[in-house]
C-alpha cells in the first residue's frame, strides 16, 4: 500500500507533468504558426512524452492500491515566441520539474518507501537527459545565431523525430 503523503505527492506530480504536456503543445503551436513545422514536431513529440511520464506516476499509484486525484491544469502562459527563447523556457521549465522530482525522492527516502524510490530513480535519469537535451540545442540556436539557412536545416532535423514510449521503471 502506498503512504497517504506519498499518494498525495505524486498525485501532484501527475498535475505537473500534464502541465509541461500543456507547456510543450503551446510551444508546438508558436512554431507551427511561424511555420518551423520540424520545431513544432519536437514540442509535440516532448507533450507526449511528459503525457507518458504521467501516465507512468499513475501507474505506480494504481498498482499500488491508491487513489487518483486528479486536479485541474493551468493553462500556460507563453511568451516565447522564438526557437532560442522557446527552449531556454524549456529548460528552466525541465529544471523546475527536476526540483520537484528531487523533492519526491527525497520523500520517498524519509518515508521508506522503496518502489517509490526506484520509480524516482527513473526519472531523475530521465530529467537529467531534458535537462542536456535542452542546453544543446540552446548551444546550437546561439551558436548559429540569427542564420536562417541553419535553422531551415535544423527545423529539418527536428521534422524527423518520433516518439518512443518510454520503459518508465
Same mark, same amino acid.
Given at each position: 500500500?502506498? !503512504? ?18 500543456? =507547456?510543450?503543445?503551446?510551444? !508546438? ?16 513529440? &516532448? ?23 486528479? =486536479? ?8 516565447? @515566441?522564438?526557437? =532560442?527563447?522557446?527552449?531556454? @523556457?524549456?529548460?528552466?521549465?525541465? &529544471? ?8 519526491? !525522492? ?20 530521465? &530529467?537529467?537527459?531534458?535537462? !542536456? ?9 546561439? @551558436? ?9 536545416? =535544423? ?5 524527423? @523525430? ?8
Amino acid at each position: 500500500m502506498i !503512504s497517504e503523503k506519498m499518494q498525495e505527492a505524486l498525485n501532484a506530480q501527475i498535475n505537473k507533468e500534464l502541465y509541461s504536456a500543456y =507547456l510543450y503543445k503551446a510551444m !508546438s503551436a508558436v512554431c507551427s504558426q511561424e511555420n518551423l513545422d520540424g520545431f513544432a514536431n519536437w514540442f509535440n513529440i &516532448q507533450a507526449q512524452e511528459e503525457y507518458a511520464h504521467a501516465m507512468g506516476f499513475y501507474n505506480h499509484i494504481i498498482d499500488r492500491g491508491g487513489v487518483i486525484n486528479l =486536479l485541474a491544469i493551468d493553462a500556460p502562459c507563453l511568451k516565447e @515566441r522564438t526557437p =532560442l527563447d522557446l527552449f531556454k @523556457r524549456t529548460l528552466e521549465h525541465e &529544471q523546475y520539474v527536476t526540483a520537484c522530482i528531487y523533492e519526491l !525522492s527525497d520523500l520517498a527516502v524519509a518515508e521508506n518507501d522503496k518502489p517509490a524510490k526506484l520509480l524516482l530513480d527513473w526519472y531523475v535519469r530521465e &530529467q537529467l537527459e531534458e535537462e !542536456s537535451t535542452a542546453e544543446k540545442i540552446i548551444d546550437t540556436l546561439t @551558436r548559429f545565431g540569427k542564420d536562417e539557412n541553419a535553422l531551415f536545416f =535544423l527545423d529539418k532535423d527536428f521534422s524527423t @523525430r518520433t516518439f518512443v514510449q518510454p520503459t518508465i521503471a
